[in-house]
């Protein structure tokens, strides 16, 4: 009997994937300790994907070569004939496995296609179609690797990506002014009498920007409120794992406002024992969830839905295991051990 129900990629390929996530996004891996063996190891290999499709276009400097490159890593994953790249072939097998559409990782290359032109933005909603692509797509297709299809859960797991991205820009405006983008739209920014190009040849502690961080904050906030209904649409064994994630990163969009929304001099960073806190909260929430949102979808997120309901839903796939409170105590125990061996812990 084989050890993975995947074909392509190997027991190494998967602790590949493991490490991918465990070096890149902490945040995400301690949360994801929470989800039953086998969507975890298909998270790995999902975010494995996205981070060598980001670092690529990052080392290249955002070349035209670059996404070319991983437009055709990506068609011959989706074709089952993946590179010798252990990222590739476990996408490989995802993309079959859980009946993911191409369209779906082509919208994240997109996004990261318009990173590369330096391609800035308007207004909220030219800020949300960006969103969509480079998060709002991993949503759907977290989702998707949790055997969810319905319109409700898919427009719920995109609302997370998206606000999820939206702290991300929040807390990064220093860090990304630094390298000569910033994402905030264009049109805030002249109602505050802040001229873009001047401020990013000179990055500074305007305070004009942060009231404009704080309503990004407020934006991510209202799409975190829809997302938690979604996160009732999911297999009991997942939510507690989603919701911590969305806890923990809502989080730092509190610490943002707990350092005067500066966002350039500072960086905020949800703590270890803060996080812990928020995984144990979200192991008892994730049991009063309720399904009351019915807000129609975010209008950049319709595409993502439709290219979802379009794949075929895997037969080959095991039913989940509900792991109850006890089992998902005991994980958060084994994660508290390791924060505690690890000073370098951080958001």
């Known amino acids: ?46 975010y494995a994907f ?59 290359l997109e996004g990261l296609a318009w990173d590369s032109e330096g391609r800035s933005y308007e207004t909220i909603d030219d800020l949300f179609d960006y969103a969509a692509r480079v998060a709002g797509a991993v949503g759907v297709m977290m989702a998707l690797i949790m055997d969810v299809r319905s319109p409700q859960a898919l ?27 910033i994402y905030f739209p264009r049109q805030w920014l002249r109602d505050a009498g802040i001229d873009a190009d001047a401020w990013l040849s000179d990055p500074n502690l305007d305070e004009r920007l942060r009231p404009i961080v704080a309503r990004l904050i407020r934006e991510a906030d209202a799409l975190y409120g829809r997302a938690h209904a979604g996160i009732a649409l999911l297999p009991p064994s997942c939510r507690p794992a989603i919701l911590a994630a969305a806890l923990i990163y809502q989080e730092i969009g509190r610490e943002i406002e707990r350092n005067a929304f500066d966002s350039v001099t500072q960086r905020a960073r949800v703590s270890a ?24 979808p975010l209008a950049c997120a319709n595409f993502l839905i439709e290219s979802a309901r379009s794949g075929r839903a ?31 812990f951080e958001g």
């Open 50 to 108: 996205c981070r060598l499709s980001d670092d690529a276009i990052d080392l290249s400097g955002g070349s035209k070569d670059a996404l070319d490159r991983l437009r055709d890593r990506l068609a011959s994953a989706a074709s089952g004939r993946p590179l010798p790249c252990a990222a590739d072939r476990a996408m490989a097998d995802l993309m079959r496995r859980c009946a993911i559409p191409v369209a779906l990782p082509e919208a994240l």
């Open 1 to 46: 009997m084989p050890q993975f129900s995947f074909d392509l990629a190997s027991l190494s390929d998967h602790r590949e994937c493991r490490r991918a996530i465990r070096d890149g996004s902490r945040s995400f891996y301690a949360a994801s300790r929470l989800l039953p063996a086998e969507t975890r190891k298909r998270a790995f290999a999902l």
């Open 314 to 344: 895997s037969s080959s796939r095991a039913p989940q295991p509900v792991v109850g409170w006890h089992e998902s105590f005991i994980r958060v125990l084994g994660v508290l051990e390791r924060l505690q061996r690890s000073e370098r």
């Open 155 to 181: 427009a719920r797991a995109c609302d997370l990506g998206v606000a999820m991205q939206l702290t991300n820009i929040a807390r990064d405006v220093g860090e990304d002014a630094r390298l000569g983008r």
């Open 273 to 296: 024992t803060r996080k812990l806190l928020l995984m144990a909260r979200a192991m008892g929430g994730a049991l009063s969830l309720s399904e009351t949102d019915a807000t129609p």
